[in-house]
């Protein structure tokens, strides 16, 4: 029941009425989401990313897989004002671009999904971490929206400006992208790290071949 009055809810605020286009969205193959899910650092202010959308993102865990069922991540979710300022002003991105100081000015993101766990961090925590990641990610994907995830931040301190009783593991933004991001296939051996030129942030990805055993 949850799950259909989040998707009548959705439909409410951002549906167009148009059936055919909705079966078609709904459709969308994990082959169409996986390329445009990428880390983007740079978001579109002028898009205001509704609560909505975020506990659409955030449902997802209620079908995911999950170490033991035991079910242990708890979500908090942040939209623009002041405690968005909070959580960016304790995350870092780019750290393989540390010259560039992203996001750059007026990219800033403004939505987030806090991951904390109600247990200690463990193997178990991290795959069922990484799975909830994931699949949030591309249900941001699925409306039409896209995030980062964020390891790189100060835990200790979004723990207390935000007032947690739980320790932060992972921070999601979300929004609407603000730059384009392609991916370059290479081969066992070329250099990893992501790049930037004329504008378009690049990815390198090995080929299948090099990723099989």
Do not use: W
């Amino acid at each position: 029941m949850a799950d259909n009055y989040l998707e009548k809810r959705y439909e409410e605020v951002f549906g167009n009425g148009n059936k055919s286009r909705t079966v078609t969205h709904r459709r969308a193959s994990l082959d169409r989401l996986l390329p445009l899910n990428r880390s983007y650092r740079g978001y579109d202010k002028s898009y205001k990313v509704h609560k909505l959308q975020l506990d659409a993102i955030v449902a997802v865990n209620t079908k995911v897989a999950s170490s033991i069922n035991k079910q242990r991540l708890r979500f908090l979710e942040v939209t623009q004002g002041p405690v968005a300022d909070i959580v960016n002003n304790n995350i870092a991105m780019g750290r393989l671009l540390p010259e560039l100081n992203l996001p750059l000015p007026g990219t800033e993101p403004e939505a987030f999904i806090v991951v904390c766990s109600t247990c200690e961090e463990n193997p178990g925590i991290d795959i069922d971490l990484g799975i909830s990641l994931q699949s949030m990610l591309l249900k941001a994907v699925d409306l039409g929206l896209g995030g980062i995830i964020i390891r790189n931040f100060d835990k200790a301190g979004l723990k207390s400006e935000l007032g947690l009783e739980l320790l932060p593991l992972a921070v999601l933004a979300i929004g609407k992208p603000a730059e384009r991001i392609s991916l370059v296939p290479v081969r066992l051996g070329d250099d990893l790290r992501y790049y930037r030129k004329d504008g378009v942030h690049y990815v390198p990805k090995l080929v299948l071949e090099d990723l099989l055993l």
